[in-house]
């Protein structure tokens, strides 16, 4: 049997998957990638793709998504090591292979990805890494890819006239969203500043990027990072880590206003140590009230707190007055990093996936396990401890940087969670169903 069956009861009694299938690659073209290792005691959830050829991470970078889901699929963009290049992935659930779709996306290794299916078109941004906001260089530029989707073949097919280009710099992370006027918003760091652009003319015409015009926006730390959302059916916002102020703070802009009028930032939370480069941000689709969510990692573990501080926080945007509240996910005991959420919109329920080490704390952010904990939205609250581990490559604890979708899951997709092993050069995910009710 390939390695990486399930066997695991997952937390609140739902069940990790169907009957464990055998993990295994796609078949590239033209060659194959090396074949996964042998079945290992231990192992939770399934082993994909090689990385190998696209450096370390390559499941990063925090706020953005890899994955999305379509025509009743689960699709990916991963790295096919034969040609060097990133290509298109369908899940066959009833083998749990990564299936190479041939379709080409960034045919650069070593950029990363975020992805939004918007019910019609796929729309991909890719990027060329840069460590920091301040190693970020030029001529590396940022571009937009746009895709159609045949249904009868089910195939994606790159529009005429992309890739456009979003900037000219490497960035450390940078992620997109689409708002209700049919515009498309990117943002990143850049100089220790947070940038901003968006289409001015169709998909594949981007105005001049721009410093988000709000005086929170400068002067960061060159680690911090950014993210944008589209909410409530007629806004878009942009949250950004400020570690020199300890704050995450969150900048709001109007449909149809000019792309450089944005209302007064919203402070989601400030404190001492209250802010790290880990953002990952949500909004239930379909809900026009407003509700977004957003976890985040604090700092203080690097200032000698306690261990029962918080180290992982789920941030909560109240629609009626624009205001967040925050709610302890894990602790510094936990040992948690690099988190992720998804929202359950048919059973209202928040979902994180976070790494961890098995056991001990050599130190927050160390790889290992990739562990999943829950909580009703209508009353926030995380159990306590490392939460159910979902990904586990028991020969090399080396599991990290957990991606997954923009969109709200049901019970008809289920939750996948992608990740990687940069020990073994390997991709990982867990097919996860939910309840029915």
Same mark, same amino acid.
């Given at each position: ?16 998957? =169907? ?13 194959? /990638? ?70 080409? &996306? ?11 299916? #918007? ?20 001529? +590396?530029?940022?571009?937009? *890819?746009?895709?159609? *989707?045949? @249904? ?11 890739? @456009? ?13 689409? /708002? ?16 901003? +652009? +968006? ?11 721009? &410093?988000?015009?709000?005086? =929170? ?5 060159? !680690?911090?990072?950014?993210?944008? &959302? ?26 149809? =206003?000019?792309?450089?009028?944005? @209302? ?12 790290? !480069? ?8 379909? !809900?026009?009230?407003?509700? &977004? ?50 929202? !359950? ?12 080490? #098995? ?30 581990? %979902? ?8 599991? +990290? ?15 996948? %969670? ?20």
């Amino acid at each position: 049997m390939a390695r990486g069956s399930y066997a695991l009861a997952l937390l609140l009694g739902m069940l990790l998957g =169907a009957a464990p299938a055998h993990a295994g690659l796609a078949k590239p073209k033209p060659k194959p /990638d090396p074949a996964p290792a042998p079945a290992a005691a231990g192992d939770i959830g399934y082993v994909g793709p090689s990385t190998a050829g696209d450096g370390s991470a390559a499941t990063g970078e925090k706020p953005e998504s890899k994955l999305w889901w379509n025509d009743g699929a689960w699709w990916a963009v991963l790295f096919h090591t034969s040609s060097q290049t990133h290509h298109i992935f369908r899940l066959d659930r009833s083998t749990q292979q990564w299936i190479d779709t041939g379709t080409a &996306v960034d045919n650069r290794p070593k950029t990363r990805s975020d992805a939004l299916w #918007d019910g019609t078109r796929l729309y991909v941004s890719s990027h060329v890494r840069a460590s920091s906001s301040a190693d970020a260089a030029s001529g +590396n530029p940022a571009r937009l *890819y746009r895709y159609s *989707y045949d @249904a009868a073949t089910k195939t994606y097919t790159r529009d005429t006239g992309f890739p @456009a280009q979003i900037s000219n710099y490497s960035s450390e992370t940078l992620t997109i969203d689409k /708002d209700s006027t049919g515009t498309l918003w990117a943002t990143w760091t850049q100089g220790s500043k947070v940038y901003v +652009n +968006n289409t001015t003319g169709g998909d594949a015409v981007w105005g001049t990027p721009f &410093v988000l015009p709000i005086t =929170a926006a400068t002067a960061l730390d060159s !680690d911090d990072i950014s993210s944008v &959302v589209t909410f409530g059916g007629t806004r878009t916002g942009v949250m950004w880590s400020h570690q020199p102020k300890s704050a995450i703070y969150f900048a709001e802009h109007i449909d149809g =206003a000019s792309r450089t009028t944005w @209302a007064v930032t919203r402070t989601a939370i400030q404190g001492p140590n209250n802010a790290d !480069d880990h953002i990952n941000i949500r909004t239930l689709q379909d !809900d026009g009230s407003g509700r &977004v969510y957003a976890i985040i990692k604090t700092s203080l573990d690097d200032a000698g707190a306690t261990t029962s501080a918080p180290l992982i926080m789920l941030l909560a945007r109240d629609p009626s007055t624009g205001e967040w509240s925050s709610y302890p996910v894990a602790r510094i005991k936990d040992c948690h990093t690099r988190p992720v959420l998804l929202l !359950d919109s048919q059973h209202q329920t928040l979902y994180v996936f976070m790494t961890a080490p #098995d056991s001990g704390c050599p130190y927050t952010g160390y790889p290992g396990t990739i562990f999943m904990k829950s909580s009703p939205m209508a009353s926030i609250a995380f159990p306590d401890g490392r939460g159910t581990p %979902v990904i586990r490559d028991a020969l090399s604890p080396n599991m +990290n940087n957990a991606t997954t979708t923009k969109q709200s899951v049901t019970s008809a997709t289920g939750m996948v %969670v992608l990740a990687s092993n940069d020990s073994t050069q390997r991709y990982w995910h867990a097919d996860l169903p939910l309840g029915s009710s």
